[in-house]
């Protein structure tokens, strides 16, 4: 039987067609190539940066990845359990909660298919005015405007404890549940009084904030630290340098928390050998991208990680 030409040339146009996806879908040795989706934050945050230059690190080694911007923490926690991403940063307190089903996940239970890469860097705590305001301490925060992070967030966690750790509830202030960048945008139009972020320093939206006014960090005495550290184990005292934020040239005491590299369990080991070493064999080029990365090393890659199950693979590496 004589087929029209049209009809030939569609069968040729599929079968070219299958063959290619049939070879983009296998990587060397016959493998299926797997994408591996990066979760990080806002784009005014530190996530984002950091979890780009791991997305380009992992693509120059022979992965496919790509980086998103996303609500942060709470929502890469949920974006992992619905195995929408396959990596995500993640501060190690809310994972601690999703692990063990407690605060914002206690409704939803405890989220069963998170692994552990590695620790990243500190993620501190930032309580920011501006230094016209005549806020010099979190007490003074009482009858305030004050942005706490997002609604439900990691952030607005953190805000919330150190509150409390001063015995101040959102009952004592009036509380706006903005990001970073609606928070430093507040501050700056006056139309909040101080405002809060949980951050690798510096942070692009207190620099954004400083580069307009003069501001002040606020300081966590040690009674209050050591009130959380006894409540909440992952707090730990940090120092924020004097001059990380133009024209502020006071040392601050505060706390911080871990940010870490989470995956789910569509991560082999195998998979999580390969990153884990490209990350590490490459922390040069992460440093480039955000000074937080300057922080990240092979000797505290599994600080903060007690708690959670880690990928054999990343633990060969690391260990």
Request: net charge negative; hydrophobic share 40%.
């Amino acid at each position: 039987m004589k087929f029209p030409k049209v009809f030939k040339r569609v069968v040729t146009a599929v079968c070219a067609l299958a063959l290619a996806v049939g070879v983009a879908g296998c990587g060397g040795g016959g493998e299926k190539e797997q994408f591996i989706n990066i979760a990080t934050g806002g784009t005014a945050g530190t996530y984002y940066p950091i979890g780009g230059a791991i997305a380009e690190v992992l693509n120059k080694n022979g992965m496919n990845a790509s980086a998103q911007s996303t609500g942060a923490s709470v929502a890469n926690i949920n974006m992992l359990k619905d195995k929408q991403v396959e990596l995500a940063i993640v501060q190690n307190d809310i994972t601690y909660y999703a692990v063990n089903g407690e605060e914002m996940f206690k409704e939803g239970g405890k989220v069963e298919n998170l692994n552990g890469i590695a620790s990243l860097y500190p993620e501190t705590c930032q309580f920011v005015v501006r230094e016209d305001s005549g806020i010099k301490n979190i007490t003074d925060l009482k009858g305030k405007r004050v942005a706490v992070g997002a609604a439900g967030s990691g952030a607005e966690a953190n805000a919330r404890q150190i509150l409390e750790a001063y015995g101040i509830t959102y009952d004592d202030i009036s509380e706006q549940f903005l990001s970073f960048a609606e928070g430093s945008y507040a501050l700056k139009d006056g139309t909040v009084d101080a405002a809060f972020v949980t951050a690798g320093y510096p942070t692009a939206s207190v620099q954004d904030i400083a580069s307009q006014n003069k501001i002040r960090l606020l300081p966590v005495g040690d009674e209050q630290i050591k009130k959380l550290a006894e409540k909440y184990p992952f707090y730990t005292k940090t120092t924020v340098p004097a001059g990380t934020y133009q024209g502020f040239d006071q040392e601050v005491q505060t706390v911080s928390v871990m940010a870490i590299l989470v995956a789910n369990d569509k991560i082999d080991a195998a998979l999580g050998e390969k990153l884990t070493k490209a990350i590490f064999d490459n922390l040069d080029k992460i440093a480039a991208a955000h000074s937080a990365g300057k922080s990240i090393s092979k000797a505290t890659a599994l600080e903060g990680m007690d708690f959670i199950k880690m990928n054999e693979g990343a633990t060969k590496v690391l260990k």
